[in-house]
């Protein structure tokens, strides 16, 4: 019987996937669209990270790596987290993943018993709420406005924690919104968790390089909670790598060890070749991450001067990674023609099939009042996405 398991059943695809897929479907076709919808820098990787990737090709780095990650690549990891976060790790302490994606996976799974509740502040990347369900846990969703900077406050940490209450998942710099939690914000959060003990803080940091208020703030800087963090991080977004799939987890060596454990089961060690090219990205020169950095916050200001001068949009200020979510439920209801806009995920496919801009609805993220952009593109496909999406809405009545 061609049946797949309920462990399966239980998962929604990725939204985000769906409609990068449905936008590469019209590409193919012949239809220009401008794909937004998708959250990867659009720079190449730099230079000295892919000569490193070559010289490991000759020096045949080719065989099976140790499951936590190479010992170079794991003092590397060390030496960054002192040197740009003021954080002190063991090697025993990081375990090197296949993307940043697979060490939120890992932590949970490693964390998590069935029928334990994780609190995931929405809107949240796709992806939390799902590998929570994996674990057999129970999502505890925590809604953050966009009057409130899309950031929860600590009277919403403390209502939403219970007995069964496991972890909280939080993303600062944020995908979807871009919102940055300031040190002072999580100190306040921290007081909270401090209540209750048997609560981990996974600490999502993958945008921690994109941000545009200054330095980055980080959970595991306080260090009566630091023993119950697991901060992740990785390659992917700094350093413009997310095909090299390389991420990371700093952690108490408990957590590490039990990662460990999981991983070697299921993948093992992550690509060898990638891994050198890793170390060489967080040794070696980081001009390169304030040039793109730079280049993010000036897109950043573009789109957004843009979506405030469309009638109907909500529009706050991110101020990290590559997105705006501006706020769109003044259009739920309106129609054109036979179709009519009753979800965001209507609006994101209104956009993509007349207006040929791919973008994701907000009910993916748990804010269905909201969609996502991705201004991870030329200044010149912004200035031409945003001219389309204000026409293109401006036909609704």
């Known amino acids: 019987m061609n049946t797949l398991s309920d462990r399966l059943q239980r998962l929604a695809p990725s939204a985000t996937l769906a409609m990068s897929q449905r936008s590469s479907e019209l590409k193919a076709q012949g239809v220009d669209v401008i794909n937004m919808s998708v959250g990867e820098p659009d720079f190449n990787t730099p230079e000295h990270i892919k000569e490193a990737a070559i010289q490991a090709v000759r020096d045949n780095y080719s065989r ?3 499951v936590p990650g190479y010992p170079e690549l794991k003092k590397a990891i060390v030496e960054k987290l002192k040197r740009e976060n003021g954080l002190d790790y063991a090697p025993s302490q990081i375990l090197c993943s296949n993307g940043a994606k697979q060490s939120v996976c890992n932590t949970i799974m490693a964390l998590v018993n069935a029928g334990d509740e994780v609190i995931i502040p929405a809107p949240y990347w796709v992806s939390y709420p799902q590998m929570v369900l994996l674990a057999e846990g129970t999502p505890v969703f925590v809604e953050a406005t966009i009057e409130q900077d899309f950031k929860i406050t600590p009277q919403q940490l403390e209502q939403a924690i219970t007995p069964r209450t496991r972890a909280l998942i939080l993303c600062s710099p944020s995908n979807p919104t871009g919102s940055v939690y300031s040190k002072a914000e999580l100190e306040a959060l921290k007081d909270v968790l401090l209540r209750h003990e048997r609560v981990m803080v996974i600490a999502d940091e993958i945008y921690e390089h994109i941000n545009y208020v200054g330095r980055h703030a980080s959970m595991a800087e306080f260090g009566d909670i630091k023993d119950r963090v697991v901060l992740i991080n990785g390659v992917s977004k700094a350093y ?14 408990w957590v590490v060890k039990g990662c460990n454990k999981l991983q070697g089961q299921y993948t093992s060690g992550p690509c060898s070749v990638s891994q050198k090219a890793a170390e060489a990205a967080f040794s070696g020169p ?4 304030e040039e793109m950095r730079q280049a993010f916050e000036r897109r950043k200001n573009l789109i957004v001067r843009l979506a405030r001068e469309i009638p109907g949009l909500e529009v706050n200020d991110p101020q ?3 997105y705006l979510f501006p706020k769109c439920s003044s259009f739920f209801g309106k129609r054109d023609g036979d179709r009519v806009i009753n979800s965001s995920t209507d609006l994101a496919m209104y956009l993509l099939e007349v207006g040929h801009v791919a973008t994701v609805g907000g009910d993916a993220f748990g804010s269905p009042e909201c969609f996502r952009m991705s201004y991870a593109t030329s200044d010149e496909n912004i200035v031409e996405a945003m001219r389309r999406i204000k026409e293109t809405l401006g036909r609704l009545k």
């Open 240 to 253: 413009a790598m997310t095909g090299w799939r390389i991420g990371f987890i700093a952690a108490p060596e």
């Open 320 to 322: 990290g990674a590559f």
């Open 64 to 66: 099976y790596s140790p």
């Open 286 to 289: 980081q001009q390169c991450v």
